[in-house]
């Protein structure tokens, strides 16, 4: 480990990303601690489980201490919902700008940028409503917010916003890692302090008999043992892979004919995005809807996104949250492996699966085997990011407590992420010294 650690700060390369990476989240951590001018922040408090108590999670807290980036780089991650969905065939110029390479990356980019700037004016003005109406935000001084408050703020909230998403594009290119998986990363990494301090005034109570306070802290442990078993079954999803057999059918370099090789499938493909995008395209919505608080249409759609709401009796943005996270398991592993590539990649390296013909019949083949452990992938995913919402349902945990199988699954990803592109980084490095 020291030597690793030695090793990574000797390259020149990886130790000024790394530096540079750690600046850019010092700026961001200093924002998050800047309460927008204005407001009283000391009046917010978060109840229950449901998708802002999520989002003030992920963020690190910034939406109950109310700061410059409440709204966090969440627009961002909802308008590249919206046009990488739109690019798929329901908008011909977006599709087409997806085949011009580099050129068209850059125009989709500048779309994506003018669509979050939007979206973050749209969201910050429900934010300011739902914090008001739901969180008990209150302007310095108590009282009513007026027009020019809510205009005042949420040009400061769209500001954090484009903010944020400037420092997750800076990282992306200068530091390491994903930009915005670092900043979601770093917000997490922030609040889980808190969270174990809250969970240990929550089950050891000081003032009781000695019995009380043995039977608390008994508790206290199993929630610990509890969590890290959780993030060990976490890094256990990570690592599994399905091996798709291959075989060469010429020489290529270090590659000799007949020899068997693999095609890795994560079981988890997708890693963290669709946890992300279903969360973020929830808060939209419920964000959006609670900008028309006299509405009964308007109230009846935020309370069915909402997961902790029953709605007729059903918890339908519990059941809605499932759905999109496996539907954007499946639309982020399709992205990320397309069958139809990966077929064409193996026949322009002489390579085969055994037993199954080249081109259309590997490529049937390799979309059955992906969406196969896609739909396992998305099932556990499910299972592990819904923890948080049920255990406050149904084994009355406090909701700040709660295992956060989505913050969990963030970590580990990240994590897992960042490590394989320093490995990479520090693999390359070796290899250009063999030349």
């Known amino acids: 480990m020291i030597r690793k650690l030695v090793s990574i700060f000797k390259n020149k390369e990886l130790r000024e990303r790394i530096i540079f990476t750690l600046g850019i989240i010092l700026v961001f951590r200093f924002g998050c601690t800047l309460v927008v001018p204005g407001v009283d922040s000391s009046s917010i408090t978060f109840s229950g489980s449901d998708i802002f108590t999520l989002m003030n999670v992920l963020g690190?807290?910034?939406?109950?201490?109310?700061?410059l980036f409440a709204l966090g780089i969440s627009p961002y991650i909802t308008s590249s919902i919206i046009i990488q969905l739109l690019s798929m065939g329901i908008l011909p110029k977006l599709e087409d700008l997806t085949k011009q390479g580099e050129k068209g990356r850059k125009k989709i980019d500048n779309a994506t940028r003018y669509l979050t700037l939007i979206l973050a004016a749209v969201q910050g003005y429900g934010i300011i409503l739902v914090m008001k109406n739901n969180y008990g935000l209150t302007p310095v001084g108590g009282g009513e917010f007026t027009t020019w408050d809510y205009i005042y703020i949420t040009t400061i909230l769209v500001a954090g916003s484009m903010f944020t998403m400037w420092l997750a594009d800076?990282?992306?290119?200068?530091?390491?890692?994903?930009?915005?998986?670092?900043?979601?990363?770093?917000?997490i990494i922030a609040s889980i302090p808190t969270q174990f301090v809250n969970a240990y005034y929550s089950f050891v109570d000081l003032t009781g008999n000695s019995q009380e306070m043995f039977t608390g802290f008994v508790k206290l442990l199993a929630y610990v043992i509890v969590y890290l078993l959780v993030i060990i079954f976490v890094v256990f999803i990570e690592k599994s892979v399905r091996k798709i057999p291959l075989q060469h059918s010429q020489n290529t370099t270090q590659i000799k004919a007949g020899d068997v090789h693999h095609l890795p499938v994560k079981l988890n493909p997708s890693g963290v995005m669709p946890v992300i995008f279903a969360s973020s395209l929830m808060m939209?919505?419920?964000?959006?809807?609670?900008?028309?608080p006299n509405s009964e249409g308007a109230a009846k759609v935020a309370a069915i996104f909402n997961y902790s709401t029953k709605v007729d009796g059903v918890y339908w943005g519990l059941i809605i949250y499932v759905v999109l996270i496996i539907l954007f398991t499946f639309f982020w592993t399709n992205m990320q492996m397309?069958?139809?590539?990966?077929s064409e990649n193996l026949a322009k390296n002489n390579s085969f699966i055994p037993g199954i013909r080249q081109g259309k019949e590997t490529e049937k083949y390799l979309f059955r085997v992906i969406n196969r452990v896609a739909f396992v992938g998305g099932i556990v995913l499910t299972a592990i990011a819904v923890l948080p919402v049920l255990l406050p349902i149904y084994f009355d945990l406090d909701a700040s407590i709660a295992f956060g199988g989505t913050s969990i699954i963030i970590l580990v990803g990240v994590a897992s992420e960042t490590?394989?592109?320093i490995r990479s980084k520090l693999a390359g490095k070796s290899y250009k010294g063999f030349m």
């Not at 397309?338 to 990966?342: A, F």
């Open 338 to 342: 397309d069958s139809k590539k990966l």
């Open 419 to 421: 490590y394989e592109q």
């Open 170 to 187: 800076r990282i992306t290119a200068r530091g390491i890692g994903n930009g915005v998986s670092m900043i979601i990363f770093t917000g």
């Open 284 to 292: 939209a919505v419920v964000t959006i809807a609670s900008m028309f």
């Open 60 to 67: 690190g807290g910034n939406l109950q201490s109310f700061s």
